[in-house]
């Protein structure tokens, strides 16, 4: 993370001035939170964002090369860091499931994510008051469960007569969420780099559905690898 850098790049240059120092910026943090900022309408947060984003792209000029996974993000840096900034594409590679089970075996909608990741909190609350309500007039009984750990304990409450929900919350093992259901989804409003739980979906062969941040970086193609949906309607569809 870019923090950490800004407090040991002093360092390492004086006491290793011959190394060649690699910046793994595994996603643009003020890309992500000037999204979130721009979907909740707050002037507040986008303030905080540029300062992020002056914060994040000094430390890029500081280093030799910087390591990214989206070349989405590779544009947005160059645009700023002109060429002052080296930038090389990171792979993320996965292991894809030799078996899976069928179609039969499944059941129900799974989100998965880590709550205390603001944008995960984020695409699941769209879901649940954007797209569930208009879900349960065309697939009446479809269940939707929540997977990932740190759940605001507030979401049983606010939707506890909803018996089409679940919050199954932590899981020990992510195969438990891709294995047992029919449809993944990533309805993620705000976000940046690549995004593990689809690339996980992926290589687990559930079929997928996507917001257009949530398929970011990873080439999969709307209507071929995954679905990509905006609205609750085309959610819903």
């Not at 947005?76 to 594409?89: E, F, M, P, Q, Y």
């Not at 994510?113 to 699941?124: D, I, L």
């Not at 294995?179 to 993944?184: A, G, H, I, T």
Request: proline share 5%; charged share 20%.
């Amino acid at each position: 993370r870019y923090w950490v850098a800004e407090h040991h790049l002093a360092a390492i240059r004086l006491h290793a001035p011959q190394a060649k120092i690699l910046f793994n910026n595994a996603d643009l943090h003020f890309l992500r939170e000037l999204r979130s900022a721009i979907a909740t309408g707050s002037h507040e947060r986008i303030g905080s964002a540029l300062q992020i984003r002056d914060a994040e792209l000094a430390v890029m000029r500081k280093v030799d090369l910087v390591l990214s996974y989206n070349e989405i993000e590779h544009a947005v840096i160059l645009s700023h860091n002109l060429d002052s900034t080296r930038i090389a594409k990171c792979p993320w590679v996965v292991s894809t499931r030799s078996e899976v089970p069928g179609f039969e075996a499944r059941s129900g909608i799974a989100f998965l994510g880590a709550y205390q990741h603001h944008p995960n909190v984020e695409a699941a609350e769209y879901f649940l008051r954007e797209v569930m309500p208009l879900l349960r007039e065309r697939l009446p009984g479809v269940e939707l469960r929540l997977y990932g750990s740190d759940m605001p304990e507030s979401w049983r409450d606010l939707f506890a007569g909803e018996e089409d929900v679940a919050f199954p919350g932590w899981v020990a093992s992510v195969d438990e969420v891709y294995d047992n259901s029919r449809v993944f989804v990533a309805p993620l409003r705000s976000g940046a780099g690549i995004k593990g739980k689809v690339i996980g979906a992926m290589a687990h062969g559930i079929p997928c559905v996507l917001s257009p941040v949530a398929a970011e970086g990873t080439g999969i193609r709307d209507g071929l690898e995954a679905l990509v949906a905006t609205t609750p309607a085309q959610w819903v569809d």
